[in-house]
């Protein structure tokens, strides 16, 4: 049997050296990557042939290392050598980005020649040293692992990344100044391997990163697809098997939703595990220049009438009650607060100056370019960016949106309206520009009856109300939904009142709505009537019950008098929930997987990350007028 092993370890060492691999002795220190870098190989290609080395890298492992696929033909590397310094007064209004485009130089460069300046602002008078460099251009052979490509139609960073077979992370490295979304034309850098190597993008597929921690069994979850399925679309899974980061192949017609229909809220007090110091940055419009400090009454009427204002007042009290709340919990939090003023040429300028390399979230800003700018300028070091008050124009992979999109609401409401068994009819009520919602929910609701609002026979335009004739012999001994669509109040009005007329003894009509808005509020519409008609709707948010005690209601209450607002909610709500999610994790992205369900004040965050982009809030409310009080609805 001796002789045996010995034989086939000799045919298996005689089959390697054939295709030219080599053996590499892992030094203490070294990960991976290095070793990678090294060979000029990707990490893939060593857990192929070294699958424990995922999971136990020790100093004195021997490695197979594959013969690299990169051409490595010398070219000309520009690299440059300190020669000195020069001396530069700091001005008023000086900022280091303005001195560093002044010299050409980096703002790292001059803080590393002035290392005060990491804890010290500047001030008009310092005296600092600014690096001069000679540069000279040399072959190098070794680094030359890149080359450039230029993106196709259709092609996004995934499909990039699948077709050199690197991450998305790893391409976003090579390429620091790639554009949020690629567009045909683009030239980026990428490895350098033979073009018969590069991985074909098919037409009619998808492609998906996987993330942290993400098995087989969560990703049938998310896609459906079974292990047997992803690993023939995806032959490379049966030899290194699921890897952070990789790029699989999917169907097309394949959409990124969790199909979690109940999930448990975690209680994540129980589950915490680390305790250093978090970095936050708060990005809100204060607007603090436009206040004039020296009038303590001028101060005062400016927050009494700005709306804005005081939206973003009542947030940050929220979160200083939240950073209060964690510390009790051993939670310790450097918050850095900053006024973008609802200005993008000043969240710019905050960008410019401010080192978020190492902060483990920011929230905000609430202005949308001000929030792309900031999303888009943190991603490369995989810094999460929070939409608190805001839904952003593009989820990047870096941002967590905190408010569930409409289509999740809309579909949340449907899911409980037909898992009322006691219903027995379902009515839709709709204006004429929500003749669209109506239809779908008809598909979904195939027995419902529909009833439109009636059109002006002059002009034929919607005259937005419907004959009580309409509403005869509709509702009969039961449980009827009504459904009704529409933004108009004074159609809201009518139909409300209508509806409570015909509810009697036996007759039990529900009003449901897919989209709440402001026709549903106003004087013109009674709430005695809407309690009266248990009216539901989705929400975001819940209010919070006045006759429950809760220690953030009464801390709130004891210092300012009052109930907290909605905002001051969310604030405490969404600051309190990062850090716990932070205090259980490495990170908010590991601390963020779509089975964990917190639940706060008013609200509740459950978040799914997209196949192709960032991390958006599933958990959803359904509420109800009960009494004359919003409360969530069983």
């Given amino acids: 049997m001796k002789n045996f092993l010995t034989v086939i370890l000799f045919a298996f060492t005689m089959c390697l050296s054939a295709q030219n691999y080599v053996e590499h002795k892992v030094k203490a220190g070294e990960s991976i990557e290095d070793i990678a870098k090294k060979y000029m190989v990707t990490p893939f290609d060593i857990y192929a042939l070294n699958p424990d080395a995922k999971s136990s890298l020790k100093p004195n492992t021997v490695l ?361 009819k379902v009515v839709i009520i709709s204006d004429q520009a929500h003749r669209a919602q109506s239809e779908m929910l008809r598909n979904e609701f195939p027995g419902a009856m529909t009833i439109y609002s009636q059109k002006s026979k002059k002009t034929g335009e919607d005259a937005h109300f419907i004959y009580p004739v309409q509403l005869e012999n509709v509702f009969a001994a039961g449980k009827t939904i009504v459904f009704l669509e529409t933004t108009n109040n004074a159609f809201v009005s009518s139909v409300v009142s209508m509806l409570n007329g015909l509810v009697v003894d036996g007759t039990e009509i529900v009003l449901v709505t897919l989209h709440k808005n402001n026709a549903f509020e106003g004087k013109d519409v009674d709430n005695n009537y809407l309690s009266n008609l248990k009216f539901h709707y989705p929400s975001i948010h819940k209010t919070f019950d006045e006759e429950t005690s809760n220690g953030f209601v009464e801390a709130y209450r004891k210092e300012y008098g009052v109930s907290p607002s909605k905002y001051v909610a969310r604030g405490f709500d969404i600051t309190l929930d990062i850090l716990l999610r932070l205090a259980t994790e490495e990170n908010l992205y590991d601390a963020s997987s779509d089975v964990i369900e917190t639940e706060y004040i008013e609200n509740k965050f459950r978040y799914n990350k997209s196949l192709f982009g960032g991390y958006t809030n599933e958990a959803v409310y359904i509420v109800k007028f009960d009494d004359l009080r919003i409360v969530e609805a069983n």
């Fill in 64 to 424: 197979i290392i594959p013969n690299s696929k990169v051409k490595n033909e010398p070219i000309e590397e520009e690299s440059r050598e300190l020669i000195g310094y020069k001396t530069h007064k700091v001005k008023r209004k000086e900022t280091l980005y303005g001195i560093s485009k002044k010299y050409n130089v980096s703002e790292e460069d001059i803080k590393k020649a002035n290392r005060q300046l990491y804890s010290e602002n500047l001030k008009k008078g310092d005296r600092i040293r600014i690096p001069r460099f000679k540069t000279f251009v040399s072959k190098q052979s070794y680094k030359n692992t890149l080359k450039k490509y230029r993106v196709q139609p259709k092609e996004g960073k995934w499909r990039v990344a699948y077709k050199f077979g690197i991450t998305v992370a790893e391409l976003e490295a090579l390429n620091p100044n790639m554009k949020p979304i690629l567009q045909p034309g683009d030239e980026l850098n990428v490895p350098n391997i033979e073009d018969k190597e590069e991985k074909a993008i098919e037409t009619e597929y998808n492609y998906y990163e996987v993330l942290p921690k993400e098995g087989f069994y969560r990703l049938k979850i998310k896609t459906g697809l079974t292990q047997e399925e992803l690993e023939a679309l995806n032959p490379e899974l049966k030899d290194g098997g699921l890897k952070e980061g990789m790029i699989l192949k999917i169907p097309d017609s394949i959409k990124t939703t969790a199909n979690i229909t109940s999930v448990e809220t975690t209680k994540l007090e129980s589950k915490l595990k680390n305790f250093k110091t978090k970095k936050l940055a708060l990005m809100m419009p204060y607007r603090l220049n436009r206040i004039d400090t020296d009038s303590i009454e001028g101060a005062k009427e400016m927050i009494k009438n700005n709306r804005l204002l005081n939206i973003v007042l009542d947030f940050h009290i929220g979160v200083r009650m939240a950073l209060d709340s964690a510390k009790q919990l051993g939670i310790s939090t450097n918050l850095k607060v900053l006024d973008t003023r609802y200005q993008p040429s000043t969240t710019s300028q905050l960008l410019a100056e401010n080192d978020f390399s190492d902060y483990d979230a920011v929230i905000g800003p609430m202005e949308e370019k001000s929030f792309d700018r900031v999303a888009t300028a943190l991603r490369r070091d995989r810094v999460p960016v929070i939409a608190a008050l805001n839904k952003p124009k593009e989820t990047y992979a870096n941002v967590f949106q905190t408010i569930p999109d409409d289509k999740l609401l809309q579909k949340a409401m449907i899911d409980f309206i037909k898992k009322d068994s006691l219903k027995t």
